[in-house]
């Protein structure tokens, strides 16, 4: 049973061609997270979204930017990739408790901007 | 900010051998630790927690321990199998009134050789 689905599993894109990730979950989380892992590297927070407010990482490129239009769906969008975007985009969610919050990743979406 | 110390960046044993990898935290607040396994191309999972009220979990072949007077945390996978073959990610996060975010340790390559 998928908690957390990300669409697509593998994304090309063009140079400067904008793209669209996006994120769903069943777990009713009120916290959703996206990172960027490239090879040999740990996750790297983006942003997140705690209920519909918007935090964003200070190193992250205004290229980046993020919509979360209900609890259930998050999307990443991409402005403008270049070649340095391509990575394995991942996306968490998890419940706020105030002890130590439990993150539930996705599989990843895969870029590729030729 | 949190910083989080991880070693080995790579391990290599023999099957049924036992496998330890050892992180360290710089912010004393931490209190939750997860550690999640990342197999290829897939998203990162969650294998074991500890929340700084205790000093060691164990979940069959997997155990961690955690010093918070010397800030430093362990994964032990005992009776290691060609399975466990992996990236492994320690994780630290400050869990209070609010929410927090994950510090990320770089990594270990885990290969267990049949």
């Known amino acids: 049973d998928a908690m957390v689905i990300q669409n697509p599993r593998y994304q090309v894109t063009q140079f400067g061609k904008p793209v669209t990730l996006s994120c769903s979950q069943t777990?009713?989380?009120?916290?959703m997270y996206w990172y960027q892992q490239k090879s040999s590297q740990a996750p790297k927070l983006l942003f997140h979204y705690y209920d519909k407010d918007f935090n964003n990482e200070a190193d992250t490129p205004d290229n980046f930017q993020s919509r979360r239009p209900n609890t259930s769906f998050c999307f990443l969008d991409i402005r403008s990739p270049g070649l340095g975007d391509a990575a394995m985009y991942l996306c968490?969610?998890?419940?706020?408790?105030?002890?130590?919050?439990?993150?539930?990743f996705g599989p990843g979406t895969r870029l590729l901007v030729l | 900010g949190e910083n989080v110390e991880q070693h080995p960046s790579t391990l290599s044993v023999q099957e049924g051998d036992s496998a330890v990898i050892k992180c360290t935290y710089s912010d004393s607040a931490s209190n939750y630790f997860p550690w999640y396994k990342q197999e290829l191309g897939k998203g990162p999972q969650l294998i074991i927690d500890?929340?700084?009220?205790?000093g060691e979990k164990k979940d069959q072949r997997i155990a961690v321990t955690l010093n918070k007077t010397a800030k430093h945390f362990s994964l032990h996978i005992t009776e290691t199998q060609p399975e466990d073959s992996a990236v492994y990610f320690c994780?630290?996060?400050?869990?209070?009134?609010?929410?927090?975010?994950?510090?990320f340790g770089k990594g270990t390559m885990l290969l267990v050789s049949p």
């Open positions: 777990l009713n989380h009120n916290v």
């Open positions: 500890i929340r700084s009220n205790v």
């Open positions: 994780a630290a996060s400050i869990g209070n009134s609010g929410y927090s975010t994950l510090t």
């Open positions: 968490a969610t998890s419940r706020v408790t105030g002890l130590g919050e439990t993150q539930y």
